[in-house]
C-alpha cells in the first residue's frame, strides 16, 4: 500500500488544549480510602455477643444461617435448611445435621474470620444451585 501524504498543519488549539490537560493532569492526586465495613455487616448480619445471625445470600436464593466464635479464631457455622441441591454436591459431606433443619457446616480450614466463613458459604450454595 502506497500513502501520499498531503501536507500537515496544526492541530486546533482547542485539541492542543485538551491534550495538554490530558497530559499534566486536573490537580494534585487525592488518596481516597475505602469503607472498611466487614463482609458480615455488609451482608446484613448482626451480632449479639458471639452470635451472629443472618442470611446466606446466592443469586439463586437466600438461607438463614448463623455464626458463632467459641474464641479466637474458632468458628462454628450453621445454615437452616440448605436446598436439595446441595446434596449432590461434593461438599454435602461437609453439612451435618443437628436437627430441627439446621445443618452445621464443618470447615477443613477454619476462615481467618466470620465474613470469610460466610462468604465460603455463599460460594458452596451457589455452585450446588448453579448446576
Same mark, same amino acid.
Given at each position: 500500500?502506497?500513502?501520499?501524504? =498531503?501536507?500537515?498543519?496544526? !492541530?486546533?488549539? @482547542? ?43 446466592? !443469586?439463586?436464593? !437466600? ?61 458452596? =450454595? @451457589?455452585? !450446588?444451585?448453579?448446576?
Amino acid at each position: 500500500m502506497r500513502v501520499k501524504e =498531503l501536507g500537515n498543519r496544526p !492541530a486546533p488549539a @482547542s485539541v492542543r488544549e485538551m491534550l495538554s490537560r490530558l497530559m499534566r493532569g486536573h490537580g494534585p492526586s487525592v488518596t481516597v480510602r475505602r469503607r472498611e465495613i466487614p463482609y458480615w455487616q455488609q451482608q446484613g448480619w448482626t451480632q449479639s455477643g458471639n452470635r451472629y445471625s443472618g442470611s446466606y445470600q446466592t !443469586a439463586f436464593g !437466600a438461607f438463614q444461617g448463623i455464626a458463632d466464635e467459641h474464641g479466637r479464631g474458632f468458628f462454628r457455622f450453621y445454615v437452616h435448611q440448605p436446598p436439595r441441591e446441595m446434596e449432590r454436591h461434593g461438599h454435602w459431606a461437609c453439612f451435618q445435621n443437628r436437627g430441627e433443619g439446621w445443618y452445621e457446616v464443618h470447615m477443613a480450614r477454619m476462615p481467618r474470620d466470620i465474613g470469610s466463613g460466610i462468604m465460603s458459604i455463599e460460594r458452596i =450454595l @451457589s455452585e !450446588a444451585l448453579d448446576r
